[in-house]
């Protein structure tokens, strides 16, 4: 393989040409889709016709793959396949907001150029010592070779790493989509034409161009100019008969009666309006789970307690738990033990007055006859009149004594003496 730098016309620099005498295959080339499908069922990686055809494509036309999709359909595990079936080395990109070029493309190793500074502080002094005049000093620096922005303080990073690699690569830039826009700018350039442009020194071409996966959440959308590079593809979750054959692939363990029910269960609490949806490595790992407790059956109680494994937020988890015995029978009445215990399970209290609306016996009462007579007595209906409880009708004497009208008069009469509240 060999690396060609073209000078940029801007540091007027000479091109400069880094052959490699060894010779890299390009990994074994794929013959047809049905060869893509096989060899990535080999390594683990059940890939429909879709995406085999996507990926031979790349492989023949020498172009990026862009997979868009949820979370968890295998985006990232393609790349991951895809280095290990053509014998490729993976270089990962990982993505973030605030993302700039120094991460993603190379960096000046300043440590190493603050030391050259110091020697070329030394050694200038010798190279002007007799110069005899300062137009004949300038002309001596400007003679010596300028290092300072060289190959040899670069600190290449992930996507200058693949241009420059001496072997092939698959160089995976993972969730672009969290990326800031100013990155993808950055991109165009490498997916376009595999070549990195480092202003200071020239342009880094190879001669064998790396193998590009980029993935996206869709959290956002992508420009038209980097979708417009790339063979684009976009993944969902797969029927239940696929995920079904993934699971089985995984050798989880799990009895192949309840990996079906499995995947009935999991792309039922995909219909729900769960923040997150269950991925497919999560059901794996839900699989993996039951077989490791030893399930013999799913029944509502163990997959509740296990649901944490596929569902990550408590409020999609409480709906999850709710919803869970009726994904395994249509017919089953949900338990009160697998309700979510919160403050919302339509008990009604009244802190002000304390009183309960649901049906508490109170606390127990004293022992004895002399207790049981007054409960007897609290009992016994007509203890108060019709109008102690506010009802409408004729009047009662049980339980009520008549107030003359002179005696509410003193009642509300003022007293002797007392003050007067100012208004």
């Known amino acids: 393989m060999s690396v060609q730098i073209v000078s940029d016309s801007s540091t007027g620099s000479a091109a400069r040409e880094f052959d490699d005498d060894a010779e890299f295959a390009d990994g074994a080339e794929f013959a047809d889709v049905a060869d893509v499908m096989a060899r ?25 793959i862009l997979l868009e999709g949820p979370a968890g359909v295998g985006k990232t595990q393609l790349a991951k396949t895809l280095a290990e079936v053509t014998g490729r080395e993976l270089l990962r990109l990982q993505c973030y907001e605030g993302q700039d070029e120094t ?4 960096e000046w190793d300043y440590g190493k150029q603050l030391l050259y500074t110091q020697v070329l502080r030394e050694k200038i002094a010798q190279v002007v010592a007799d ?24 600190a290449p990073r ?5 241009v420059r690699s001496p072997k092939p690569v698959v160089l995976l830039i993972d969730e672009v989509d969290r990326a800031d826009e100013a990155l993808e700018a950055v991109l165009l350039e490498l997916l376009a034409e595999y070549q990195v442009s480092v202003p200071e020194i020239g342009t880094f071409v190879a001669n064998h161009p790396p193998m590009i996966v980029l993935t996206s959440n869709n959290t956002r959308d992508l420009s038209a100019a980097l979708k417009r590079r790339c063979l684009h593809l976009s993944l969902d979750y797969p029927d239940a008969a696929r995920e079904l054959e993934i699971i089985r692939s995984k050798d989880t363990g799990l009895a192949d009666t309840l990996a079906m029910k499995l995947v009935e269960i999991v792309r039922g609490l995909r219909e729900l309006d769960l923040r997150k949806a269950p991925s497919i490595s999560e059901a794996i790992d839900w699989a993996r789970t039951l077989a490791v407790l030893g399930a013999d059956e799913l029944d509502a109680q163990i997959l509740a307690q ?12 409480a709906r999850a738990i709710d919803a869970l015995p009726k994904l395994v029978d249509p017919n089953a009445e949900v338990p009160d033990s697998l309700h979510s215990h919160g403050h919302d399970h339509g008990h009604s209290h009244s802190h002000g007055d304390h009183s309960h609306t649901h049906d508490d016996p109170g606390p127990a009462q004293p ?10 007595a ?4 007509g203890r108060h ?32 003496g007392a003050r007067k509240r100012p208004f």
């Open 40 to 64: 990535f069922a080999d390594a683990g990686y059940l890939a429909d016709e879709r995406l085999a055809t996507t990926v031979f494509l790349q492989h023949r036309l020498g172009k990026p």
């Open 103 to 106: 991460t993603a493309l190379y």
């Open 131 to 154: 110069a005899p005049t300062l137009s004949e000093a300038v002309d001596r620096i400007g003679a010596e070779e300028s290092v300072f922005f060289s190959e040899r303080f670069l």
């Open 158 to 162: 992930p996507l200058l790493e693949a």
């Open 306 to 317: 296990t649901a944490n494994v596929v569902v990550k937020y408590d409020r999609d988890l």
């Open 367 to 376: 022992a004895g006859d002399r207790g049981k007579a007054r409960r007897a």
């Open 378 to 381: 609290m009992d016994e209906p």
């Open 385 to 416: 009149g019709q109008d102690y409880y506010g009802s409408p009708g004729a009047k009662s004497d049980a339980g009520t004594r008549s107030i003359s009208p002179g005696q509410g008069s003193r009642s509300f009469a003022p007293r002797s």
